[in-house]
């Protein structure tokens, strides 16, 4: 389970990466107005890269504490 953890959390990470690269692409070939729309997905994937971060530390904790 901690290693499904960890990848699930490094794959958001790289979405986040990826969709920013992609989100300034369309900024820069489009301009602000056609291109703001795809910011959406990084600010996304970088929510869940933080919620998955937050929630395996958490589990860490409790495994920790022995309640798990």
Known sequence: ?????????????????????????????????????WLWFPVVAAGMYGYRRFMRSRMEQWEREGRL
């Open 1 to 37: 389970m901690k290693k499904l953890s960890r990848f699930m959390e490094v794959f958001w990470l790289v979405v986040a990466v990826a969709a920013a690269g992609w989100a300034a692409y369309a900024i820069v070939a489009h301009g602000f107005e056609a291109g703001r729309k």
